[in-house]
């Protein structure tokens, strides 16, 4: 076991460093866009996207306690940190998913004009920055719950940023303007599917 908690340490510390400067920088360009076009879908990734930075940054933190070696005071270390850090990194999750619900409702009565293009381009950064940043975890996603969580955060970006590239070729093509808050809310559904069971394993985990 020490082998592992070493192998973990020396690798995943500059994955969540280049992680959380990554998605940093794509939710200042993603945010701009989406006050600039209106689009409620841009904006309601880029939450997420914020959600996720703080994300990474607690995963980092558990992570890096979990490293510190025992002491007679506690026996098994820091470790629990990782269970704790995943358990609020899925409640930090299911805020991010009422509020874009709520968002999207609102936007089905109040529509905008959208630039369908510009969410496509911005929307595709994010389809390369977020799978690049869920590789970095993939190597022991099955192994540490706390980088599992990770992972999740980042695997379903990249599946919500494919969606609004979908949006915003639909807003193009027929100038539909439903299509945004729809597809905001299929990204609370996919966000809320991918984090339901990483809730359950890390609250049963907590008790």
């Known amino acids: 076991m020490p082998h592992s908690h070493d192998h973990v340490a020396t690798n ?10 990554l998605n940093i920088a794509y939710v200042l360009v993603e945010a701009g866009f989406g006050f600039a076009t209106g689009s409620l879908a841009l904006l309601s990734d880029a939450g997420h996207n914020l959600s996720d930075v703080f994300g990474l940054l607690l995963a980092w933190g558990g992570h890096a306690l979990a490293s510190i070696s025992p002491s007679r005071r506690r026996t098994y270390g820091w470790r629990g940190a990782t269970v ?18 709520w968002e999207a409702v609102r936007r089905f009565s109040e529509p905008a004009e959208l630039g369908g293009l510009s969410i496509v381009a911005v929307a595709g950064m994010g389809v390369v920055i977020n799978a690049a940043t869920a ?4 190597s022991d996603r099955r192994d540490d719950l706390n980088i599992r969580g990770a992972f999740l ?7 919500v940023s494919v969606g609004v590239v979908v949006a915003g070729l639909g807003i193009w093509a027929t100038g539909w303007a ?20 990483l809730l359950r394993e890390s609250s049963n985990l907590a008790v």
């Open 153 to 159: 955060h980042m695997a379903a970006d990249t599946g």
């Open 84 to 101: 704790l850090a995943a358990l609020l990194n899925a409640l930090l999750l299911l805020a991010a998913i009422g509020g874009i619900a």
């Open 135 to 138: 590789m970095l975890f993939w």
């Open 12 to 21: 995943h510390g500059r994955a969540f460093a280049i992680g959380v400067g």
């Open 178 to 197: 439903w299509i945004d808050p729809v597809t905001s809310l299929v990204i609370a559904a996919v966000v809320f599917v991918s984090t339901w069971n």
